[in-house]
């Protein structure tokens, strides 16, 4: 009994029965717990995986499709843009090329004036004494028609014809006998209608008007005679003397003991004078100008200024010239000389023939 109690309280007992089941359940327990670990890595790592496409599918899926139409609104105005710079450039490209044609025209057309002028110099060069006095003759003959188509200035008209006449008795070209007939004919229209020439008519008048003298000016006094005439110290000038400086020059003062012819014939103021003279230059601007009412005007301003200063005989022999004005008609049609002038071309542009005559150019 005693050795049975010293086994059991010396040596404790293993009981391998009691303690496998035991191990196996501690076991059992820790590969769960390693199981479940692994299951919730691999779940996190697939959520992690899940977002990572899902980011990545929202960047490059669906991020580009939410800004598709910013990026075509961009798109579209670049494009806008380009067009724009691009129909720009056509413009300036279409200016500069008309630009550069009208250019081109103008260049034309200086060209063919230039070889105009030079077939006209180079035709001139061949032209005979012939051609020369007819060129001169046309000169004074389109001058005349000028001064009395513009300035009805028959009086230089008639003049240029005659220096026309005289280039063509320089000739003594018998085939030119239409041209003198014609020119003859110019002259004696002009010499008929002489009498009704208004620049003539008015430069009458102006001489008529040459004849009027104004009242002489009291001259001034010189420095001396101011300096003597100067009143002294304390004396104050008369009241007359005042007055006549004051007058001087403005209205003439005539003593009982003068005679009063002064006052009449030929005389009248100065500045009425120079009214008279403004009214007849008025007078010759308005004939050029084709003015009628003007002309009315100033004619009738001339016969007023008559009627307020009365003049005698200068008088007289202004209203004389004034009704030779009013007699005519001073804006009737002059005569022509456009048929003398057609002739005159027509002769030029018709070279005689033979070596003597002008061919037009140089012998081939």
């Known amino acids: 009994m005693s050795k049975e109690t010293h086994i059991d309280a010396g040596e404790p007992s293993a009981q391998p029965a009691d303690d496998t089941p035991q191990a196996d359940e501690d076991g059992g327990r820790t590969a769960k ?19 990572g496409g899902g980011y990545y599918l929202y960047q490059q899926r669906i991020e580009p499709l939410r800004r598709l139409p910013e990026t075509i609104s961009q798109t579209r105005s670049e494009l806008e843009q380009r067009l ?3 129909a720009a450039t056509l413009d300036e490209l279409r200016n500069e090329i008309e630009l550069q044609r009208s250019a081109n025209e103008l260049d034309q057309q200086r060209f ?21 006095k007819l060129s001169e003759i046309r000169y004074l003959v389109r001058m005349a028609d000028d001064r009395l188509r513009l300035m009805h200035d028959r009086a230089t008209a008639m003049t240029a014809i005659k220096a026309a006449l005289g280039r063509l008795a320089e000739l003594s070209d018998p085939t030119l006998e239409p041209l003198r007939q014609r020119l003859q004919h110019d002259l004696q229209q002009l010499a008929l209608a002489e009498e009704q020439d208004p620049q003539a008519l008015i430069a009458g008048l102006e001489e008529a008007v040459a004849n009027i003298q104004p009242y002489p000016r009291e001259p001034l006094p010189e420095a001396g005679e101011e300096a003597e005439a100067a009143p002294q110290s304390g004396q104050l000038p008369s009241t007359l003397e005042a007055m006549q400086k004051l007058l001087a020059g403005r209205i003439r003062i005539v003593h009982h003991d003068q005679p009063l012819d002064a006052l009449e014939g030929s005389r009248v103021a100065a500045h009425q004078l120079e009214l008279l003279k403004m009214r ?16 009315r005007h100033e004619l009738r301003g001339v016969e007023l200024w008559l009627q307020s200063n009365q003049l005698g005989p200068a008088g007289q022999a202004i209203a004389a010239e004034v009704e030779k004005l009013r007699a005519i008609d001073p804006f009737a049609e002059p005569p022509s000389l456009q048929p003398t002038l057609d002739l005159i071309g027509t002769l030029l542009a018709t070279p005689l023939p033979g070596p003597a005559g002008n061919m037009g150019g140089p012998a081939q």
């Open 33 to 51: 717990r390693r199981g479940g670990g692994l299951i919730a890595w691999l779940a996190l790592l697939l959520a992690a995986a899940g977002i």
């Open 112 to 132: 063919q004036g230039l070889e105009q002028n030079i077939a006209t110099v180079r035709g001139q060069a061949w032209w005979t004494t012939r051609e020369w």
């Open 84 to 86: 724009q710079q691009q």
């Open 280 to 295: 007849l230059l008025a007078l010759r601007l308005a004939l050029m100008q084709g003015n009628r009412e003007f002309y």
